[in-house]
């Protein structure tokens, strides 16, 4: 008689990384205080010749306000990111990340210097657009691709100019043209 073995299996490591490393950043905030998660794991206007505004370009997609919010965005990325990481590779989709951290960083610091910007929505945005993207043929559209831009960033766009909450509907558009474009550029490859 055979013996089956299950092992778990650490299967996407980019994507299991980036969950457990927020993880982190929302059980340090919580133990330690906001001011932990304000400072490192946030993104606002700063001066540049403080070395963590840098930091905070890239953490901020790390930081989430409460539980609800962290697994909010973690579930969709750990539905949408292992297959994403599977096609593309581990290496193409931490650049696909870090890429959409800075822009997204860098939009919130130049745009919106009296406001903070914390969680990875907008890295959730780029997989979603992303996966759209990963069953395009040549000279084709998918037309998932396309239902993905009018639902998804359509909605975004309508809900940043008629919402009043503390949702960056700008952000996810970023996460979603970053998507986009870091999905072409790798079909392209």
């Keep these: 008689m055979k013996r089956y073995v299950i092992k778990i299996q650490y299967n996407s490591p980019v994507v299991l990384t980036f969950a457990l490393l927020s993880f982190g950043a929302l ?3 919580t133990v330690l205080g906001s001011e932990v998660t304000m400072r490192y794991f946030s993104v606002y206007r700063a001066p540049l010749g403080d070395p963590l505004t840098w930091l905070r370009f890239f953490t901020h997609v ?11 965005n973690m579930l969709l990325i750990l539905v949408v990111g292992p297959p994403l990481e599977e096609k593309y590779g581990s290496r193409s989709l931490l650049l696909a990340i870090l890429i959409t951290a800075l822009i997204s960083g860098l939009v919130q610091f130049i ?5 903070a910007l914390l969680g990875a929505s907008g890295i959730v945005f780029m997989m979603i657009v992303m996966s759209s993207l990963a069953g395009m043929k040549s000279r084709c ?4 691709l396309i239902f993905v831009v009018v ?7 309508v809900a940043g100019l008629s919402a009043a909450d503390n949702v960056s509907q700008l952000t996810h558009i970023v996460g979603g043209v970053c998507g986009a474009v870091i999905g072409y550029i790798l079909y392209g490859k």
Excluded at 62 to 72: A, P
Excluded at 151 to 157: A, K, T, V
Aim: no cysteine; glycine share 20%; proline share 7%.
């Design 27 to 29: 059980a340090l905030g």
């Design 62 to 72: 790390l930081g989430h306000v409460n539980y609800e919010h962290y697994i909010g």
């Design 111 to 115: 745009f919106f210097p009296g406001t």
């Design 141 to 144: 559209i998918p037309l998932t």
């Design 151 to 157: 639902f998804y960033l359509g909605g975004e766009i």
